[in-house]
Nanobody
Framework: QVQVEESGGGLVQPGGSLRLSCTTS????????FYWYRQAPGKERELVTR????????NYPESVKGRFSASRDAAKNTVYLQMNNLKPEDTATYYC???????WGQGTQVTVSS
């Protein structure tokens, strides 16, 4: 089963930046798209970004366009979510998922607050 591990979350002030990481095994990395989701308290999980196998980022909520971008490092079997100009409404637990399938990881908590 595909397993991923997210990291890099934390507490940041509005306007700050964070870079989240998502690591998996080589078998489930190469050639697959990756998806970043987030889930805020009391809300449904929403798709934030799709990172294609060739490294193109597709952002879904209008609210993150121009602020979030994803990238991948094949040498580390890791994908990243760079989040800039963070806002309180970005507060959520962030999850990644490989296009190879599998379940959810534990996620990483992002809190944007002054």
């Amino acid at each position: 089963q595909v397993q991923v591990e997210e990291s890099g979350g934390g507490l940041v002030q509005p306007g700050g930046s964070l870079r989240l990481s998502c690591t998996t095994s080589a078998r489930f990395f190469s050639g697959y798209a990756f998806y970043w989701y987030r889930q805020a308290p009391g809300k449904e999980r929403e798709l934030v970004t799709r990172l294609t196998a060739w490294g193109e980022t597709l952002n879904y909520p209008e609210s993150v366009k121009g602020r979030f971008s994803a990238s991948r490092d094949a040498a580390k079997n890791t994908v990243y979510l760079q989040m800039n100009n963070l806002k309180p409404e970005d507060t959520a637990t962030y999850y990644c998922k490989s296009g190879a399938g599998g379940g959810w990881g534990q996620g990483t908590q992002v809190t944007v607050s002054s």
